[in-house]
């Protein structure tokens, strides 16, 4: 059998390739910190042991985010959110770097935690900017969109958090800052890569026509660990 291209596990790649210096590990489960990233990353094909690690990791009762796992959680894990999501590669993005877009620091969490919280593009902690490169454009010393780097499978980088403010948006902000990240990603050799809901057909159609391509489908999961279990 071939190896699993790093991209079907991309969460596994991440923390046990360029990321491995954030993985909390319990037997074969990793995680990130609880205030970088929720992902957890499993086997393809986890077995019993694998969930048991995951729930003593986690905890009893948490709400823990599953991807790239071929097979579904134990009868007793209670499956809160199930959504059908797509993976797309670069296939041709003009990425080019942006005049206006400024790399965002820890002192502009806070405006981006805010950013996050009215734009809904998806989890962004306190500590997630560690995880990479986010780029910002201000208006009036407001940060108003954003874009940057989240999972890291070994010569590939997700670009994630892409939101704008919704009052100025229709600009193309968000397209020159997927542009931006996506020319940083290049300049280390890398390929860039994101995900997005399946029933999201306008974000698709827009990467679509930025240049990215359809790799694969995915599902993503939530499911709660049973509140028996035992803490580690």
């Not at 991440?14 to 954030?22: E, I, K, N, R």
């Not at 995680?31 to 990353?41: E, K, N, W």
């Not at 620091?105 to 560690?130: N, S, Y």
């Not at 020319?183 to 399946?198: N, S, V, Y």
Request: aromatic content about 6%.
């Amino acid at each position: 059998m071939s190896e699993p291209h790093p991209l079907d596990n991309p969460a596994w790649s991440s923390l046990t390739g360029p990321h491995a210096h954030f993985a909390e590990r319990r037997g074969n489960v990793l995680r990130y910190p609880v205030d970088v990233s929720p992902f957890v990353a499993l086997p393809l094909e986890p077995d019993a042991a694998d969930w048991n690690d995951i729930a003593a990791l986690a905890g009893p009762g948490a709400l823990v985010p599953l991807a790239g796992v071929a097979v579904p959680p134990p009868d007793d894990w209670e499956v809160v959110m199930r959504l059908a999501g797509v993976q797309l590669v670069d296939d041709g993005i003009a990425a080019a770097p942006d005049d206006e877009a400024v790399r965002l620091e820890e002192k502009d969490v806070p405006e981006m935690l805010d950013l996050v919280e009215r734009t809904k593009p998806g989890p962004f902690l306190p500590r997630t900017i560690e995880l990479g490169v986010y780029l910002g454009i201000r208006r009036g010393g407001a940060l108003v969109a954003m874009a940057g780097e989240r999972l890291h499978p070994p010569g590939w980088t997700e670009i994630s958090a892409i939101c704008t403010d919704e009052a100025f948006r229709g600009q193309g902000l968000a397209t020159r800052l997927v542009h931006a990240v996506a020319a940083g990603i290049r300049e280390r050799g890398e390929t860039p890569f994101l995900h997005a809901a399946a029933d999201n057909t306008n974000a698709i159609r827009l990467y679509e026509s930025l240049g990215f391509r359809l790799r694969r489908s995915a599902t993503f999961l939530a499911a709660r660990v049973p509140a028996g279990v035992p803490s580690r």
